[in-house]
């Protein structure tokens, strides 16, 4: 009778020993392909080889989160698409009578006018430049976040890539009164990067040191691929150096600023694999981009 009882004791441990085994299998097949679906944008449902109803009636649960979640995702897709297109084509639409403006503007200039109207003039004509260029920002921010822009990593030199941005700036930089210590290592620094966002992150930090500089730029590249830009900004601050990134926000200094220039240059630097910061200490701005050695490309645009 012990006999039979052991046996039947041993047979049941087996059992539920068996009955965890598959639980444990199929909670495992259930974690993969939750991973697997929440990483990828897939249609596909979970699925399980267990026949257990209590983990299939898990998976169907999860299934109809999972619809849930697609279909918010594919909402916010969608609303986020025509919000870009929206953008794009308002601020299309707005470049040709903007451009008609300026050309009339350019017109009256020839023209005889009056003291106070030569002064109306200029302050129109102000207007109208800032109004482009925030139409022109607008255009490149949708642009620059474009979910659907297909990569172009490639072979880039940082070197060549800061000293093609800063021959670019140099006569704004010259009618600044700005002379840039510039400090480039002997050998060029290779990165796989996309080499029209690389000049585009460039040219919005030297476009934001042209607009807070005090007449003074430092601009270094390491050979571990840090690129530092530093410069004096009376009134800046360790609180509003950090702001620079937020969309939109300008301080009084740049008040004809869009305040969408570091904020893309960040997207496209993160998106690269890199990094963009900013500090401030005693009134000194740096702002520093990195690239590191290794190939961290998202492959995202």
């Not at 999972?66 to 594919?74: A, I, Y």
């Not at 022109?136 to 642009?143: G, R």
Request: charged letters at 25%.
């Amino acid at each position: 009778m012990v006999y039979v009882l052991c046996a039947v004791l041993a047979l049941t441990v087996l059992l539920l020993a068996w009955k965890i085994l598959l639980l444990r299998r199929s909670a495992e097949e259930i974690r993969r392909g939750l991973q697997e679906r929440l990483e990828t944008d897939t249609n596909t449902l979970l699925s399980i080889s267990s026949r257990d109803a209590a983990m299939r009636r898990l998976a169907a649960g999860l299934n109809g989160q999972l619809r849930l979640l697609r279909q918010e995702r594919q909402r916010h897709q969608q609303g986020d698409r025509a919000l870009k297109e929206a953008v794009t084509g308002v601020s299309h639409d707005l470049r040709t009578p903007l451009t008609a403006i300026r050309g009339y503007l350019d017109l009256l200039e020839g023209e005889e006018k009056s003291e106070n109207a030569g002064r109306y003039l200029l302050l129109i004509r102000e207007r109208t430049e800032h109004l482009q260029q925030l139409m022109e920002e607008f255009f490149q921010d949708s642009v620059a976040l474009a979910a659907d822009r297909s990569p172009a990593p490639e072979e880039t030199s940082l070197n060549r890539a800061l000293e093609g941005a800063l021959a670019a700036w140099y006569a704004v930089l010259r009618a600044r009164g700005i002379a840039p210590d510039v400090s480039l290592p002997e050998t060029a620094v290779v990165r796989r990067l996309d080499g029209g966002a690389l000049n585009r992150v460039l040219n919005n930090i030297l476009s934001n040191a042209v607009k807070y500089s005090a007449g003074d730029l430092t601009v270094s590249l390491r050979g571990d691929g840090t690129l530092t830009f530093s410069n004096s900004a009376p009134g800046m601050t360790p609180v509003l150096a950090e702001r620079l990134f937020d969309r939109y926000f300008t301080v009084e200094t740049g008040r004809r600023a869009t305040g969408l220039g570091l904020s893309i240059a960040r997207n496209l630097a993160e998106r690269m694999g890199g990094s963009l910061t900013a500090r401030c200490q005693d009134e000194v701005l740096t702002v520093t981009l990195r690239f590191p050695a290794e190939d961290r490309s998202s492959g995202e645009f």
